[in-house]
C-alpha cells in the first residue's frame, strides 16, 4: 500500500456526463500528479499540483480540469465525456515538486468506462 | 525531445532464465530515471530508481549515458515476476512529471 488513495475504484457512465476523481495524498506529500492509462496511449501525464497551485500541464484535455485543496486532495473533473475517454485514471504523489531524489507513489487508480 | 523507448512489448522466459529489460531514454540534461512494476492493471510500484543503486527483488538496473539507457535485470527469473514493467523518466523542466516508456509485459513460464 503507497498510502495514496483514489475513489471510486470504479465508474461507469454515459457518454455526454461529467464525472468527477478523487485522490488522497500520502500524509506530508504535496505535489499531486494525475496520469492516464489507456491501451492505445499507454500511461500520460495529465497534470500536477503542488500545495494548491497548478505546476505542470500534459496532455490534458480542455475537458478535463483538476484542482488541489487547502487539505492536499485533489479532483480530476471530466466532462462532455466520450467512449475515448475509458482509461485507467491514476494520481500520485510526492513530497516535493518533483526534483533531486523525489519518488512519486501511485494510487490504486480510477478505472472509467464510457458507454 | 524527452522520451522513453522500451522496444520489446512482451518477453517470455523460463523460470530460472535470466531477465533483461531494454530501456533507452533521450532527455538533455542529467535524467533521473525509475523502473515500476504493474501487476494486473493495478497500481503502479515503485521497483527501483537509479539514484538509490538498490536491488529489488533482485532486480537491478544501471544507468549508461554512453548508450542512454537504464536495462532491468534478473539473474534468475521467478513465475512471480510476470507483470508488466515501465521505465520512466524524470522531466525536471516541466515540474516533475513522468515519462513514461510503452511497457514490457514480461511472462515467466514454469
Known amino acids: 500500500d503507497s498510502g495514496v488513495t483514489q475513489t471510486p475504484k470504479h465508474l461507469i457512465t454515459a457518454t455526454g456526463q461529467r464525472v468527477t476523481l478523487r485522490c488522497s495524498p500520502r500524509s506530508g506529500d504535496l505535489s499531486v500528479y494525475w496520469y492516464q492509462q489507456s491501451l492505445d496511449q499507454g500511461l500520460q501525464f495529465l497534470i500536477q499540483y503542488y500545495n494548491g497551485e497548478e505546476r505542470a500541464k500534459g496532455n490534458i484535455l480542455e475537458r478535463f480540469s483538476a484542482q488541489q485543496f487547502p487539505d492536499l486532495h485533489s479532483e480530476l473533473n471530466l466532462s462532455s465525456l466520450e467512449l475515448g475517454d475509458s482509461a485507467l485514471y491514476f494520481c500520485?504523489?510526492?513530497?516535493?515538486?518533483?526534483?533531486?531524489?523525489?519518488?512519486?507513489?501511485f494510487g490504486p487508480g480510477t478505472r472509467l468506462t464510457v458507454l | 525531445a524527452q522520451r522513453v523507448t522500451q522496444p520489446e512489448k512482451l518477453l517470455s522466459v523460463f523460470k530460472g532464465a535470466p531477465v533483461e529489460l531494454k530501456c533507452n531514454y533521450s532527455y538533455s540534461g542529467s535524467p533521473e530515471l525509475f523502473w515500476y512494476v504493474q501487476y494486473s492493471r493495478q497500481r503502479l510500484q515503485l521497483l527501483l530508481r537509479h539514484i538509490s543503486r538498490e536491488s529489488i527483488k533482485g532486480f537491478t538496473a544501471d544507468l549508461n549515458k554512453g548508450e542512454t539507457s537504464f536495462h532491468l535485470k534478473k539473474p534468475f527469473a521467478q513465475e512471480e515476476d510476470s507483470a508488466m514493467y515501465y521505465c520512466?523518466?524524470?522531466?525536471?523542466?516541466?515540474?516533475?512529471?513522468?515519462?513514461f516508456g510503452q511497457g514490457t509485459e514480461l511472462s515467466v513460464k514454469p
Open positions: 520512466a523518466l524524470i522531466n525536471y523542466n516541466q515540474g516533475g512529471k513522468l515519462i
Open positions: 500520485a504523489s510526492s513530497v516535493a515538486i518533483g526534483t533531486g531524489s523525489d519518488t512519486q507513489y
